[in-house]
Each structure stands twice: as structure tokens, then as C-alpha cells.
């Protein structure tokens, strides 16, 4: 009867645990990860999709000539004469191993470059960071605005770096991360495992997570259980 109450108060302690995580908890997880995992590279070498938006980021980063025509050019430049002082004020890259992570992606389908690594931390989270702080008000609304010109852009600056507000929202399915090789990545980086019964067919090329908000459930666990253990 005893043992039975200890694992009913302990099952109850384990659904109270409600450890917040933020996006900087997430870039903090991440950025202990390697750029590179076997199966992760595997899926994405054989069947990843083209000339994807952070694909596209990539080779405007690497074909760059000081002319500033869009939003990727205007963050182009902005990584390309990334100062000391950027760094310090960059939420973002304060806490990016930067000597562990370059932040010109290489280019290759067998290398599997530019990496998701770079696509989670600098074509996502600081290209967030990025837009939210060139920001201007132009009739009444906010405007993206970079060395005095403005332009559009489809970024959405949503990062969450508050110890309150929605648990992991920018990974949240439905306005966060959707692109399947990222999140194959990001399983493989946090420890689960690719097979069908964790709900990832490495061998599809359409569908090759069966659920992604279960996906996203179980990675957004495994950084819950890092910061409730001290580890970011």
C-alpha cells in the first residue's frame, strides 16, 4: 500500500513538472549538438527538397557583393561584418558557439551544407533577431529597415526569450518550425531515436514524420529534461 502511494505522488509531481522553455533554452540545447548526425545527413542527402528559403539564404550569403537588394542581402551583410559589438548585443549569438558553428554555411548536397544546425540557429533564430531589431514605424506600422532602406520580408521576429508566455512556441506546430529535415535533425540531436515507432520513415520522401506536433512534443521533452537537470 505504501509503495503505491509513493509512485502515485510521484506520478503526480512528474505531470506538475511544468519547466518552462523558451526559445533561448532551445538555442542553448542546440548549440551543444553537432552540426552533422549519420541518419539526419542520410535522410537530407537523398531526399531533401531545393532551393529551400534557408537554402536560398545560404547562397546569398556566399555570392554577396555589397549590394543590398532584399532582406537576405541586408542580413548578408550584416554577417559578413559581424563586429564584437554585434555579438554582445545579439541575444542570439551570445550564446552560439561561434568557433563551432561558422556562420558562412558551405554549399553541397554531399556534404549536406548548408547544415541544420546553421538553419535552426543563424537562418532562423538570429535571422528573427535580426529583422525585430531593424525595425521602423512607416505609417503606423512596423517596417523592416536596414542602413536606411526599407524592405519587405517574410520573416516573422517572434522570438520568446521571456521566462513566461507560450512553452516553446516558436517551435509550436502550425507557426513554427515545419521543414522536415530540420526536425529530423533536431530528433536526432536531442537522442530520439529515427524508426518508424518513433513516428519518422527515413525512406519517404513526402511524409517522412507521421505527426509533427508528436515530433515536436518529444523534442521540446528532451530539452525540458536538459534545463531541469542544470545542463542549459
Given at each position: 500500500m505504501k509503495s503505491t502511494v509513493v509512485n502515485i505522488v510521484k506520478e503526480q509531481n512528474k505531470m506538475e513538472d511544468k519547466t518552462y522553455i523558451n526559445d533561448l533554452d532551445v538555442i542553448k540545447f542546440f548549440n551543444k549538438k553537432e552540426m552533422h548526425y549519420p541518419l539526419s545527413d542520410q535522410y537530407i542527402r537523398f531526399y531533401s527538397i531545393e532551393n529551400q528559403d534557408y537554402m536560398k539564404l545560404a547562397d546569398s550569403i556566399q555570392s554577396y557583393q555589397d549590394v543590398i537588394k532584399?532582406?537576405?542581402?541586408?542580413?548578408?551583410?550584416?554577417?559578413l561584418h559581424l563586429s564584437y559589438k554585434d555579438i554582445l548585443n545579439s541575444t542570439v549569438l551570445k550564446h552560439i558557439d561561434l568557433y563551432r558553428l561558422p556562420i558562412v554555411p558551405g554549399k553541397g548536397r554531399e556534404c549536406v551544407e548548408?547544415?541544420?544546425?546553421?538553419h535552426l540557429l543563424i537562418s532562423w533564430y538570429l535571422y528573427k533577431e535580426f529583422v525585430e531589431k531593424h525595425q521602423i514605424l512607416s505609417n503606423?506600422?512596423?517596417t523592416f529597415c536596414y542602413k536606411?532602406?526599407?524592405k519587405s520580408t517574410n520573416v516573422t521576429p517572434n522570438n520568446n526569450f521571456n521566462e513566461?508566455?507560450?512553452?516553446?512556441?516558436?517551435l509550436n506546430k502550425g507557426r513554427g518550425i515545419s521543414c522536415p529535415e530540420l526536425l529530423i535533425w533536431m530528433a536526432e540531436a536531442s537522442g530520439i531515436e529515427l524508426t518508424e515507432d518513433s513516428g519518422?520513415?527515413?525512406?519517404?520522401?513526402?511524409n517522412p514524420?507521421?505527426?509533427?506536433g508528436v515530433m515536436i512534443k518529444k523534442i521540446k521533452e528532451k530539452i525540458r529534461e536538459a534545463k531541469r537537470?542544470?545542463?542549459?
Open positions: 532584399d532582406d537576405d542581402s541586408a542580413f548578408a551583410d550584416y554577417l548548408p547544415n541544420q544546425k546553421w503606423g506600422k512596423k536606411g532602406k526599407m513566461t508566455g507560450k512553452d516553446g512556441d516558436n519518422i520513415e527515413l525512406n519517404s520522401k513526402q514524420i507521421k505527426d509533427k537537470n542544470g545542463e542549459i
